[in-house]
């Protein structure tokens, strides 16, 4: 078991504390574990800068692209049932994303397309080289349509996870399922799977499937109207030491239930609730006394799953990713560590992980048996190289 020198812990936490004093961050919650237990916790900052509401281990975070490992599993327990294969195509269970077509030419408003050589398969949305994209990105006249068509912006939308499948299927593709890797909304189609295999919601499976089972009683897609004052803000820089806030704890969307589950962006989450589920994927799937994933499938899972063993910097069409792209593969819902040397970062081989738009993250280090969760409040997460300080920051303090 990995070994931590005590006088060298406190540089975790000292990352985001400093960050959160040059009015960078609202609030910096950190906590690294190991298969003993919590190792080391550190929560410094405000959930509300404007009225100084101090932030705390029980906050409640929106974890946006954290909620994709989350769907994952619960979708890998399905395949663990033998209820569908991971080379399947996806109008078996959507029969809407049939027919699937690709962008090759035009605008927005004009686009040539043609024919996609075969079918999305489940494998293809879970690694995300579907060819979907997000409206956000605005980097591809696609990325416009899907913003034409109100496809990304999760907190605003008013229709259903079906209604967005149906949306997805009139459009075309980036480019022929399974040759590339493009950071998109197919885990919300793989939330739609989840609710035509199951015939339940998603927030019903996920609670069944993953919450429930590993005692994740704080996490969901909404705050209960009790625990909007554990609530956080939600801010955006303004220059390099000042913060705007976009969204106010206690005017937020996520007070009510959505109408739309985002199994891609959707949940918010506790940092107690969310180290159960690191916890469990470091135990080989099981926590809280139940097994929520096998260990031979998080196994496969970890594994770069990516065209012909590539990295993300070798077949990716975006220039967005949670995790800095070189040396490192994508799994089944997970990045995964390929070349620790070439991603520049100490780290180890078979590391697995995301991150959130709010500059959260998490990783599983199976080789030294830890994991780190890490919360706060800002988007964009690409705003500063917050996850590779804490990285540094962790492995200096292992003996």
Same mark, same amino acid.
């Given at each position: 078991?990995?070994?931590?020198?005590?006088?060298?812990?406190?540089?975790?936490?000292?990352?985001?504390?400093?960050?959160?004093?040059?009015?960078?961050?609202?609030?910096?919650?950190?906590?690294?574990?190991?298969?003993?237990?919590?190792?080391?916790?550190?929560?410094?900052?405000?959930?509300?800068?404007?009225?100084?509401?101090?932030?705390?281990?029980?906050?409640?975070?929106?974890?946006?692209?954290?909620?994709?490992?989350?769907?994952?599993?619960?979708?890998?327990?399905?395949?663990?049932?033998?209820?569908?294969?991971?080379?399947?195509?996806?109008?078996?269970?959507?029969?809407?994303?049939?027919?699937?077509?690709?962008?090759?030419?035009?605008?927005?408003?004009?686009?040539?397309?043609?024919?996609?050589?075969?079918?999305?398969?489940?494998?293809?949305?879970?690694?995300?080289?579907?060819?979907?994209?997000?409206?956000?990105?605005?980097?591809?006249?696609?990325?416009?349509?899907?913003?034409?068509?109100?496809?990304?912006?999760?907190?605003?939308?008013?229709?259903?996870?079906?209604?967005?499948?149906?949306?997805?299927?009139?459009?075309?593709?980036?480019?022929?399922?399974?040759?590339?890797?493009?950071?998109?909304?197919?885990?919300?189609?793989?939330?739609?799977?989840?609710?035509?295999?199951?015939?339940?919601?998603?927030? $019903?499976? /996920?609670?069944?499937? #993953?919450?429930?089972?590993?005692?994740?009683?704080?996490? =969901? +897609? !909404? &705050?209960?109207?009790?625990?909007?004052?554990?609530?956080?803000?939600?801010?955006?820089?303004?220059?390099?030491?000042?913060?705007?806030?976009?969204?106010?704890?206690?005017?937020?969307?996520?007070?009510?239930?959505?109408?739309?589950?985002?199994?891609?962006?959707?949940?918010?989450?506790?940092?107690?609730?969310?180290?159960?589920?690191?916890?469990?994927?470091?135990?080989?799937?099981?926590?809280?006394?139940?097994?929520?994933?096998?260990?031979?499938?998080?196994?496969?899972?970890?594994?770069?799953?990516?065209?012909?063993?590539?990295?993300?910097?070798?077949?990716? $069409?975006? /220039?967005?990713?949670? #995790?800095?792209?070189?040396?490192?593969?994508?799994?089944? =819902? +997970? !990045? &995964?560590?390929?070349?620790?040397?070439?991603?520049?970062?100490?780290?180890?081989?078979?590391?697995?992980?995301?991150?959130?738009?709010?500059?959260?993250?998490?990783?599983?280090?199976?080789?030294?048996?830890?994991?780190?969760?890490?919360?706060?409040?800002?988007?964009?997460?690409?705003?500063?190289?917050?996850?590779?300080?804490?990285?540094?920051?962790?492995?200096?303090?292992?003996?």
């Amino acid at each position: 078991m990995t070994t931590f020198d005590a006088r060298r812990l406190d540089r975790i936490g000292a990352v985001g504390r400093r960050h959160v004093d040059a009015g960078r961050l609202p609030c910096a919650v950190v906590q690294v574990a190991d298969p003993s237990g919590v190792v080391y916790t550190d929560a410094y900052g405000w959930a509300d800068v404007e009225t100084q509401v101090q932030i705390s281990v029980d906050s409640i975070f929106r974890i946006y692209s954290m909620s994709k490992p989350v769907t994952s599993i619960a979708l890998m327990q399905l395949f663990e049932e033998g209820t569908f294969l991971l080379e399947d195509p996806v109008e078996t269970y959507l029969p809407d994303m049939a027919n699937p077509m690709v962008m090759i030419g035009g605008s927005d408003q004009a686009p040539v397309v043609r024919p996609a050589v075969r079918s999305i398969t489940i494998r293809d949305l879970l690694v995300h080289t579907s060819g979907l994209t997000y409206g956000f990105f605005r980097q591809t006249p696609l990325d416009a349509r899907y913003r034409e068509a109100s496809l990304g912006d999760f907190t605003q939308v008013d229709y259903s996870l079906s209604e967005m499948v149906r949306r997805i299927g009139r459009q075309p593709l980036l480019f022929d399922p399974g040759t590339s890797w493009n950071y998109s909304m197919s885990t919300d189609v793989c939330g739609a799977v989840i609710e035509a295999i199951t015939g339940q919601t998603l927030a $019903q499976a /996920l609670s069944e499937r #993953v919450f429930e089972p590993l005692g994740m009683t704080e996490t =969901g +897609f !909404s &705050v209960p109207s009790a625990e909007t004052g554990r609530f956080t803000s939600l801010y955006a820089p303004v220059g390099d030491t000042k913060l705007f806030k976009i969204d106010d704890y206690a005017s937020s969307a996520y007070l009510e239930p959505p109408a739309f589950l985002s199994g891609g962006g959707g949940l918010v989450s506790t940092l107690g609730d969310y180290q159960k589920f690191a916890s469990a994927l470091l135990a080989g799937g099981i926590g809280n006394g139940n097994r929520v994933i096998g260990r031979r499938t998080l196994e496969y899972m970890a594994t770069n799953h990516l065209p012909h063993g590539k990295l993300l910097n070798e077949c990716g $069409q975006s /220039l967005f990713a949670e #995790v800095a792209m070189d040396g490192m593969g994508f799994g089944l =819902g +997970f !990045s &995964v560590v390929e070349d620790p040397a070439a991603n520049a970062n100490v780290c180890s081989r078979g590391e697995f992980a995301w991150g959130g738009a709010a500059s959260t993250a998490f990783w599983v280090d199976p080789v030294e048996k830890l994991t780190t969760v890490f919360m706060t409040q800002l988007l964009p997460s690409s705003t500063y190289p917050l996850r590779r300080q804490l990285h540094s920051a962790v492995y200096q303090a292992i003996e």
